[in-house]
């Protein structure tokens, strides 16, 4: 789907001292978050369990939010990061997320997101980077590609019937141009399924951090805005999940191009 | 129904499901390389051509073998054949 927007963001002309003083800043600053997250991250399990008495899969579920909020802080001094319309987001409710792929870090920046209790709808390929994998698997991330379908369906109804929420990036990959790519159908086929209310998520910026083919942070700014919850019981028709599919790409296709000409002015 | 019934079937259920340009839709087309399907739209194919034609197909071996569009449609033709 092609952007309708009037304007586009320009890229970022900060001088390179800029650049290169946040790299010096952020990529170290990564590394050693990370390490932090997991020599800490025993003790983290054993007094959260002891204390809030939570299962494994919730306590991990929280400490990835958690490190993705020290990410947003760290990052924070060169990039300007902003979340629109929470409020739609309820922390008793669990729903289905939909969001638009642009950066490996998209994830990190869900961090912005009020709730924490979400399980996200990934490919096979994150569970093999053993820096993370392990935590994945505790929290009881759904790898989409090595499961049936059935499977999935399965895992998604469990999270949900006990108040998490399920994210899905229906793009698969992230958009090399910035456009939005096709939609795969999983998503909407479990919202529909499950019956809960499906929140599409529009994240703009995040492919002026870290453009593809370049290895290089630059300073940006990131917005993620929730649009209207949509009652996927309302698409229970025999293929309803593509009409479901088609109006949350459109909502979403429409929402970015607000966002991006809010950005350009 | 007929052959070319058919074939506009699975044609039209696979473009609805999976965006498809209906013009690179051709016999001869890839359905990885040339139509951009990949490992998690093979079953979504699957469940597309089931809900189409009302039979099941996930369990078949012949599935596998599938590699371009007129695969596909010899396979579905051979298969609203034996049922009919």
């Known amino acids: 789907m092609k952007a309708c927007c009037s304007k586009t963001v320009k890229s970022d002309d900060r001088p390179g001292a800029v650049i290169l003083l946040m790299n010096l800043w952020a990529y170290p600053l990564l590394v050693l978050w990370t390490l932090f997250g997991i020599l800490i991250s025993p003790l983290f399990f054993a007094f959260s369990r002891l204390i809030l008495g939570w299962p494994i899969h919730r306590i991990m579920r929280w400490f990835i939010w958690l490190y993705g909020r020290g990410w947003l802080a760290f990052m924070s001094p060169f990039v300007r990061f902003r979340r629109e319309q929470m409020g739609v987001i309820k922390n008793d409710t669990p729903c289905l997320f939909i969001v638009n792929h642009r950066s490996f870090f998209d994830t990190y920046c869900m961090a912005l997101l009020p709730v924490h209790n979400i399980v996200y709808a990934v490919r096979s390929w994150p569970f093999r980077m053993f820096w993370y994998g392990g935590y994945m698997r505790l929290a009881r991330y759904l790898d989409v590609e090595g499961s049936s379908w059935e499977q999935t369906l399965e895992q998604c109804e469990a999270t949900l019937a006990e108040n998490g929420s399920v994210l899905f990036f229906p793009e698969g990959h992230r958009s090399r141009d910035g456009e939005l790519q096709r939609f795969y159908s999983g998503g909407f086929k479990v919202a529909i399924s499950a019956g809960v209310q499906l929140i599409p998520l529009c994240i703009d910026g995040t492919e002026q951090l870290l453009p593809p083919e370049r290895k290089l942070f630059r300073p940006c700014r990131i917005t993620l805005r929730a649009l209207d919850p949509i009652d996927a019981r309302l698409y229970s028709e025999e293929g309803g999940h593509i009409r479901l599919r088609k109006e949350v790409k459109k909502q979403i296709a429409t929402a970015l191009c607000a966002m991006r000409d809010e950005a350009s002015l | ?84």
Do not use: C
């Open chain 2, 1 to 84: 129904m007929t052959e070319q019934e058919v074939i506009e079937r699975i044609d039209s259920s696979l473009a609805e499901e999976f965006e498809l340009d209906r013009a690179d839709m051709t016999p001869e087309a890839n359905i990885y390389d040339d139509l951009g399907l990949d490992s998690l739209d093979t079953v979504d194919m699957v469940i597309v051509l089931e809900g189409a034609f009302d039979f099941k197909i996930r369990e078949e071996e012949a599935v596998r073998n599938i590699r371009t569009l007129g695969d596909i449609h010899r396979f579905v033709l051979e298969k609203v054949t034996q049922n009919s």
